[in-house]
């Protein structure tokens, strides 16, 4: 595995120098962008174009043929392991993904196995190699999963949830079989993990989307071990280079430390902490990402330019262990011309930044 020609996303996530801050977008691809809603028309469905490789792969490369970034990012969903699982995901207009059978009954759960990649999420596999070839080392290939505590709420509500209601209540009154969930979800995702990386992903991503609603205690308990477990058993390094992993909990900025624990290589981190306070308390053990605010990009171009300006000077003047990257995904409704100000302004100005330190 040979570096990509821009290799400044891998080089910054293991804290080694590089001339400007890297960039790139969580939900880089998608509805923002009209070009993939042209696309997604042509699948029939969300569903159907994450499990066409040819078109997963057609819409992992349009925001890199629009915008100058650093890294492209798997086109796929975190819901791909549940719905591998038997649990049978599906999309509605305006309501987002639901399972049909919700994790909710113990014979269920004690029934649940951990999914064959290479034969259940083939797919993925595909779709990665395609990608792969089709950037032709110029940037590298992120892959990704969701996290344990963040599959199993979906997989335990059924759906989205503003309470968690259904997985709370298994918390508190049967965290056995919580943990039974966690355990077999962890597998799954750090074989699911591995899979992407052997068919060429260049770093990976664990989407803890759902970690911040948990109490201290109960996400040292039901989160934190689990992303240790896929961190540690994540291959390290592929045909001599090293695969960099990330850890990203939304609203986890409490538990920078705990997080930096895991063995990651670098944490996402959301809007609600200053970079430059989490440099501070974690930078000399793992990189950082983010953390733009996503609502600045709708706002005017020279607002936006401003606003990631602030999060470079934030970070410090040294080009070393920041990638910067949005506190959330890209918001569909995101005018695609900002998106150009802020990729420009953060490369501008750290490059800037970083002359004036030498």
């Known amino acids: 595995m040979t570096r990509p020609c821009n290799d400044s996303l891998l080089r910054a996530l293991l804290r080694e120098p590089t001339e400007q801050t890297p960039i790139w977008l969580m939900r880089q691809a998608g509805r923002y962008l009209p ?61 987002g993904p639901r399972f049909e059978r919700p994790l909710r009954e113990e014979w269920a759960i004690r029934d649940l196995s951990a999914p064959d990649p290479w034969d259940h999420l083939r797919y993925v596999m595909d779709a990665v190699s395609e990608i792969r070839r089709a950037l032709n080392n110029s940037v590298p290939l992120i892959g990704f999963a969701g996290s344990p505590y963040t599959l199993a709420c979906y997989m335990v509500e059924g759906a989205a949830s503003s309470d968690y209601r259904h997985i709370k209540r298994m918390l508190y009154e049967r965290p056995d079989l919580l943990h039974r969930i966690l355990s077999v979800t962890a597998d799954a995702v750090s074989s699911y993990l591995n899979a992407q990386i052997d068919c060429g992903a260049q770093a990976v991503m664990i989407f803890d989307s759902w970690g911040g609603s948990l109490s201290a205690a109960a996400y040292h308990e039901f989160s934190l071990p689990y992303l240790r477990r896929i961190v540690a058993s994540l291959i390290r390094e592929r045909d001599g280079e090293r695969v960099p992993s990330i850890v990203f909990t939304k609203g986890g900025g409490l538990w920078l430390e705990s997080i930096a624990e895991t063995g990651c290589d670098a944490i996402g981190l959301d809007w609600t902490i200053d970079i430059g306070e989490a440099r501070r308390r974690v930078g000399h053990l793992v990189a950082l990402q983010g953390n733009l605010d996503p609502g600045v990009l709708f706002a005017s171009p020279g607002r936006v330019a401003a606003e990631a300006r602030t999060v470079v000077d934030s970070y410090g003047f040294d080009n070393t262990g920041h990638v910067f990257n949005l506190g959330h995904g890209i918001s569909q409704f995101t005018p695609p011309e900002n998106v150009t100000a802020l990729v420009d302004a953060v490369h501008e100005h750290s490059r800037k930044s970083q002359k004036k330190m030498h």
């Open 35 to 95: 070009e993939y809603c042209e696309t997604r028309r042509r699948a029939g469905s969300f569903l159907q174009l994450c499990m066409n490789p040819a078109l997963a792969c057609e819409v992992t490369l349009q925001p890199l043929a629009r915008y100058d970034l650093d890294a492209a990012i798997l086109f796929s969903d975190i819901l791909t392991v549940p719905d591998a699982m038997g649990l049978g995901l599906y999309f509605t207009d305006g309501e």
